[in-house]
T-cell receptor
Framework: GENVEQHPSTLSVQEGDSAVIKCTYS??????FPWYKQELGKGPQLIID?????GEKKDQRIAVTLNKTAKHFSLHITETQPEDSAVYFCAARPANAGGTSYGKLTFGQGTILTVHP | DSGVTQTPKHLITATGQRVTLRCSPRSGDLSVYWYQQSLDQGLQFLIQ???????AKGNILERFSAQQFPDLHSELNLSSLELGDSALYFCASSVSSRDIGNTIYFGEGSWLTVV
């Protein structure tokens, strides 16, 4: 099945700096890659996603890039703020999810991002 | 607020017992997923239902079972509980269209502690 590796496991930055989190996946047929942010005591919240027919997507201070050949994708957060501190998860949707649903996300291990004021 | 409602938020129970976790998906969502989150295993997919039918199974133990009812709410039943079952259990839902960008929304989770 799909395997997703995420690095780094922890990331500490100063407010205003950029943060980059990288993920690699194993199933070349995976075609949907969401990123989730999880704050303490809450469930994962989708912050951005990218499909395999797109190389980059931006939403204000957040961007995601995808390299299908290398099977890796990255989350970029610019001008970080203390409220960006959270655990970030990448995920990939295996192509064999099948049926009428496209769920069954495989998650990376998570990155604890700390933004220092 | 994602619109996915889970109860209870916290649960403490003894080994060998059985518990039921409940989930109400977002309005209009037909698919429900259950995930287990623990420190050593991360977010692990357990099982998925679509409109009452089981669609996909992950690393779900035989002691665990789930179902989705006609009103689309779902329950995850955990039996013969062991200390290692202590974890955060998330329910998620999606519309389940054929669009590959089918967004999955997570609830706030049910924190299970087995003592």
């Amino acid at each position: 099945g799909e395997n997703v590796e995420q690095h780094p496991s922890t990331l500490s930055v100063q407010e205003g700096d950029s943060a980059v989190i990288k993920c690699t996946y194993s199933d070349s047929a995976s075609n949907y890659f969401p990123w989730y942010k999880q704050e303490l005591g809450k469930g994962p919240q989708l912050i951005i996603d990218i499909r395999s027919n797109v190389g980059e997507k931006k939403d204000q201070r957040i961007a995601v890039t995808l390299n299908k050949t290398a099977k890796h994708f990255s989350l970029h957060i610019t001008e970080t703020q203390p409220e960006d501190s959270a655990v970030y998860f990448c995920a990939a949707r295996p192509a064999n999810a099948g049926g009428t649903s496209y769920g069954k996300l495989t998650f990376g291990q998570g990155t604890i991002l700390t933004v220092h004021p | 607020d994602s619109g996915v409602t889970q109860t209870p938020k916290h649960l403490i129970t003894a080994t060998g017992q059985r518990v039921t976790l409940r989930c109400s998906p977002r309005s209009g969502d037909l698919s429900v997923y259950w995930y287990q989150q623990s420190l050593d295993q991360g977010l692990q997919f357990l099982i998925q239902y679509y409109n009452g039918e089981e669609r996909a199974k992950g690393n779900i133990l035989e002691r665990f079972s789930a179902q989705q009812f006609p009103d689309l709410h779902s329950e995850l039943n955990l039996s013969s509980l062991e200390l290692g079952d202590s974890a955060l259990y998330f329910c998620a839902s999606s519309v389940s269209s054929r669009d590959i960008g089918n967004t999955i929304y997570f609830g706030e989770g049910s924190w299970l502690t087995v003592v």
